[in-house]
Nanobody, 118 residues
Framework: VQLQASGGGLVQAGGSLRLSCAASGSTFNINAMGWYRQAPGKQRELVAAISSGGSTNYGDSVKGRFTISRDNAKNTVSLQMNSLKPEDTAVYYC?????????????WGQGTLVTVSS
């Protein structure tokens, strides 16, 4: 599975950005797709995830501000980020979890930088 992310950039606090990610290759048996982020000096953390059935899960810090969506037919996942804060600054990674012989395997995109200025 190859993941191609796009949509990062520089935005002022309070602004919005939309990230998109497209999966290609062996996309069958992809279960959850989502976004993680890693800020300098910090561990990678879950931002949001969505299952193939549409169930969503959000990190506490983004609840109410970010919305994840998915198009199963196109194998794409998007993240609408509103009311951005400087602490949202990080490299955002697209993630897909695919079952291989019944075992979930993680696939990662190349990362896209989101910078929120105060």
């Amino acid at each position: 599975v190859q993941l191609q992310a796009s949509g990062g950039g520089l935005v002022q606090a309070g602004g919005s950005l939309r990230l998109s990610c497209a999966a290609s290759g062996s996309t069958f048996n992809i279960n959850a797709m989502g976004w993680y982020r890693q800020a300098p000096g910090k561990q990678r953390e879950l931002v949001a995830a969505i299952s193939s059935g549409g169930s969503t899960n959000y990190g506490d810090s983004v609840k109410g501000r970010f919305t994840i969506s998915r198009d199963n037919a196109k194998n794409t996942v998007s993240l609408q980020m509103n009311s951005l804060k400087p602490e949202d600054t990080a490299v955002y990674y697209c993630n897909a979890k695919r079952l291989r012989a019944g075992v979930p395997v993680d696939y990662w995109g190349q990362g896209t930088l989101v910078t929120v200025s105060s």
